[in-house]
């Protein structure tokens, strides 16, 4: 679907650091546009002429999309990139039995990271009946009501054949409208990747600095900035692990298909930095938050959480009921786009105290999604709001 709506996901003519960098944060981006002449909804389209009639199509904005793909996935990574996003598209197949495991697990997240602009694509109508398409439509209806997705738009669509692309774009510039973000406040980014983009065998002197790559939740950053990095990395200190906080310059901002100079809040943006490339590798920074050295949210080795359990656990065939949290038990906590473990120390029906195994940068209001280890893989047993 990303593909019919962005048409560029394999060519990329850029060079090689960008196209390293898009590809590596796993998203593509889409221009939307409108037709002056053309009626609604076929006026949508994504290219600079309007297929329909020819015309020269307006520009109306830029967006990135971020994949969860629903297979296999960890939930703690979908939320970690569900930290990032301003809207959500959930996808159901119309071919399955709705809702799937993972339609609720979705759900869920896009609850649970306060997500409120969302839409709804039942896709592959093309290999349904008309009939089954339309209780399929039905079951999708019943499964959001009371959720947060109650009154989103669902739209039948066939990505695979373009049908109804137009009335989704027309959807998306509807219902999943640009936040208004304050750019007075301290400038803040979240870390959902980082790597090193040189190739094994790259001479020093042609060696590229770490890349770390993210989005911007308040303010604007600019190349030749400094900043810090925090909480950073773990450092060992005898049996305790401390986090070292990095300070940097960035040297480069990549945004969409292009290098900028400045660096706004929407979509993801690419960051070249005078780190050593050895600590951006295989995601290190994943979880940290990027500012103006001083001015990010403390370093939390201990939290204390307002803490809301789910009655079922979401995600499992069987929905089993969710016991309360013991004391000493380990959770799976997800912090922004941090994820760390949390042995709890003090619990009470609806507040926790833990100790974490990596501390996280984190303050009074953020969310903060509970997971537990149920059989062989972490299920979302609730949510929890961070006390000051
Ligand atoms: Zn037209």
Redesign the pocket.
């Known amino acids: 679907m990303v593909q019919a709506l962005t048409g560029v996901w394999a060519s990329r003519h850029s060079e090689e650091l960008k196209r390293g960098i898009t590809i590596k944060l796993g998203y593509a981006d889409a221009a939307i546009y409108k037709?002056?002449?053309?009626d609604e909804p076929?006026?949508y389209?994504t290219s600079t002429s309007?297929?329909?009639?020819?015309?020269e199509?307006e520009f109306q904005r830029a967006v990135s999309f971020v994949d969860a793909p629903g297979h296999e996935i960890l939930m703690a990574t979908m939320l970690s990139g569900a930290a990032v996003m301003d809207g959500a598209i959930l996808v159901i197949a119309a071919d399955e039995r709705c809702p799937q495991p993972q339609t609720r697990e979705h759900l869920a997240a896009i609850d649970i990271v306060g997500l409120e602009n969302v839409l709804i694509v039942q896709n592959k109508i093309d290999i349904v009946t008309r009939e089954d398409a339309i209780r399929h439509y039905n079951d999708i209806q019943k499964f959001v009501e009371g959720s947060v997705a109650e009154d989103a738009p669902i739209i039948p669509v066939s990505a695979q054949h373009e049908v109804n692309t137009d009335l989704l774009l027309q959807a998306m510039e509807e219902y999943l409208k640009t936040p208004e973000r304050a750019t007075t406040e301290s400038s803040r980014m979240y870390i959902v990747r980082s790597f090193d983009v040189n190739v094994p065998g790259t001479s020093i002197d042609n060696l590229k600095g770490g890349v770390v790559g993210g989005s911007i939740i308040q303010g604007s950053f600019e190349a030749g900035e400094e900043v810090e990095i925090r909480p950073g990395l773990p450092v060992r200190e005898k049996n305790k692990v401390k986090m070292k906080g990095l300070f940097t310059e960035i040297t480069s901002l990549h945004s969409g298909n292009t290098t900028v100079k400045q660096a706004m809040p929407g979509g993801l943006v690419g960051v070249g930095t005078l780190l050593d490339p050895s600590l951006t590798k295989s995601d290190g920074l994943v979880g940290s938050l990027i500012g103006k050295p001083g001015t990010l949210p403390p370093v939390l080795g201990e939290i204390s959480l307002d803490i809301r359990l789910f009655e079922n656990v979401i995600g499992s065939r069987d929905m089993g009921k969710v016991a309360s949290v013991a004391k000493g038990e380990r959770l799976l906590l997800n912090v922004g786009t941090a994820k760390t473990m949390g042995a709890v120390t003090k619990v009470a029906k609806d507040y926790l105290e833990a100790t974490l195994t990596i501390p996280v940068c984190g303050e009074a209001g953020d969310r903060v999604a509970l997971s537990r280890r149920i059989g062989s893989r972490w299920r979302l047993i609730g949510v929890g709001t961070l006390k000051g």
């Open positions: 037709c002056p002449n053309c076929q006026c389209c309007c297929p329909q009639c020819g015309t199509a």
